[in-house]
């Protein structure tokens, strides 16, 4: 396997796993509160993280910056995660909130411009702006 | 990065519940959909960092956005939902944006 298709072929997956989250997510929040769905999800974060690090033999790879950045990432993420579900709570529309949602690649794609320097191609950037608009449309 | 990373996830969760206080609504189905979710997210967020790991951020993270298909189409296949003619023209922009990145 190269290295293209590698990253193609889990970012695929990843879309796959986060598809099916949202469902088994919906049907969960159905009829409990966003935090208590959100507690649900994050026993299922550790049955899932705490077999991998015993099978890991809890070796983790120390690195002060890379533990500073992963932690920053866990909290940002959880916070984005909690916030999505609290503006379905506060009454915002699924319509509007997911379509607004779904636009966060166009920050990424700045910060990774201006941050990490990286540059992509014609046909990738016409990619990322074919799936920003898919994004945009499907979450109507 | 998994492991640093849900370092941060978790406690968050238990720093909400002091916060706004235990969720004393507890529904079995509920709870049982809510745990798959956390373990079916956690999953998907390896393949992501494995996905990052050799792939540049800007693009892994646009193909990532792409989620909302596989809702999609679970929504109308799982949950019966029907999808509208923009949902439509959406999936076909989405094909389109994974044929793009494939070359």
Not at chain 1, 93 to 109: D, E, H, N, W, Y
Request: contains cysteine; glycine residues 8%; hydrophobic residues 60%.
């Amino acid at each position: 396997m190269n290295t293209m298709a590698r990253w193609l072929i889990f970012s695929l997956l990843e879309d796959f796993l986060w598809g099916v989250w949202a469902i088994f997510f919906k049907l969960g929040a159905r009829h409990m509160s966003s935090l208590g769905a959100k507690l649900w999800e994050t026993v299922g974060f550790a049955l899932v993280i705490l077999p991998l690090f015993i099978y890991m033999e809890f070796s983790v790879v120390w690195s002060g910056l890379g533990f500073t950045y992963s932690i920053l990432g866990g909290i940002t993420g959880g916070l984005g995660n909690y916030f999505f579900f609290n503006a379905f709570s506060k009454g915002g529309k699924a319509s509007v909130v997911t379509a607004l949602i779904a636009t966060s690649p166009v920050l990424t794609i700045s910060c990774a411009y201006v941050l990490l320097h990286e540059r992509i191609s014609l046909l990738e950037a016409t990619g990322c702006l074919c799936a920003i608009i898919a994004a945009v449309l499907i979450t109507d | 990065v998994a492991f640093w990373w849900s370092f941060g996830y978790v406690p968050l969760t238990f720093v909400l519940i002091c916060i706004k206080g235990f969720p004393r609504d507890f529904n079995f189905n509920c709870a049982f959909y809510s745990l798959s979710a956390g373990v079916i997210g956690q999953l998907a967020a390896l393949a992501f960092y494995v996905a990052l790991s050799s792939g540049m951020l800007s693009v892994v993270t646009t193909l990532s956005s792409l989620y909302p298909l596989v809702t999609v189409i679970l929504a109308v296949a799982w949950l019966k939902e029907r999808i509208n003619k923009r949902q439509v023209i959406g999936v076909a922009f989405a094909l389109f944006a994974i044929v793009l990145f494939c070359l």
